[in-house]
């Protein structure tokens, strides 16, 4: 499919993804060994933004080859795989393009293939080189969004600051938020409601959102008068 020039309509994108599943199930079963498989797994996500080119996936059924059923098999074919350093090195490289949102789904699953040091590692190669890019490039913000899923993974919630205050220096409510919600699931409440409280209470933007995570700082804190008062 990658070497020929037919463009698929949306119509027929359900039956590229049948084909693509495919694909990935004869590498699963085929595969000689986990080197081999993963191997052929980065290729398949190099091959992405040729597939996505020549298909109109707004049904999203390509999208979701990618997103979930690639990805489970990525990580049931790295479990045997013993040189997670090298995977490390792919990774990276991998990463280095995503025109298509596609292959952040395998970093958003980081945790379920590499273990701690690793992941720590796969953070600092994105945040040095985030820090090659231009201040506020979509570049500089690709490999920082990076950063903060990982740093999420490792319930590092002083890397997801960091990382998102070198994104945009001006943080937003919803930046705050989060920044917050990455904080309490640290179980460090003390520090998300400081972020929360930084919220102007008057914005309308989310406000859903805020009250909930507000009473789960304030359940963790004890503090059951603040909680009746949202309630």
Request: glycine share 4%.
């Amino acid at each position: 499919m990658t070497k020929g020039k037919r463009f698929f309509s949306a119509r027929e994108s359900r039956y590229v993804a049948g084909d693509l599943t495919n694909l990935l199930e004869e590498v699963k079963r085929g595969a000689t060994s986990a080197e081999v498989g993963v191997d052929c797994l980065i290729e398949f996500y190099k091959s992405d933004n040729l597939i996505f080119e020549r298909c109109d996936d707004s049904s999203g059924w390509i999208g979701d080859v990618y997103r979930f059923i690639a990805v489970d098999i990525f990580i049931e074919l790295e479990e045997n795989y013993t040189i997670k350093r090298a995977l490390v090195d792919m990774i990276t490289e991998l990463y280095t393009a995503d025109d298509y949102g596609i292959r952040i789904h395998l970093i958003k699953n980081a945790r379920l293939f590499l273990p701690k040091p690793e992941m720590r590692t796969l953070a600092n190669r994105f945040w040095d080189r985030a820090l090659l890019e231009v201040n506020d490039s979509f570049e500089k913000r690709h490999w920082l969004y990076g950063v903060c899923s990982l740093a999420e993974q490792l319930q590092d919630a002083g890397l997801y600051e960091k990382a998102c205050r070198q994104m945009r220096p001006e943080l937003s409510s919803s930046t705050h938020k989060d920044i917050a919600q990455v904080y309490l699931a640290c179980d460090d409440p003390e520090t998300a409601l400081v972020w929360m409280n930084r919220i102007d209470s008057t914005e309308p933007f989310q406000i859903d959102e805020r009250e909930k995570l507000l009473l789960d700082i304030y359940r963790k804190l004890g503090k059951l008068d603040e909680e009746e008062r949202l309630l």
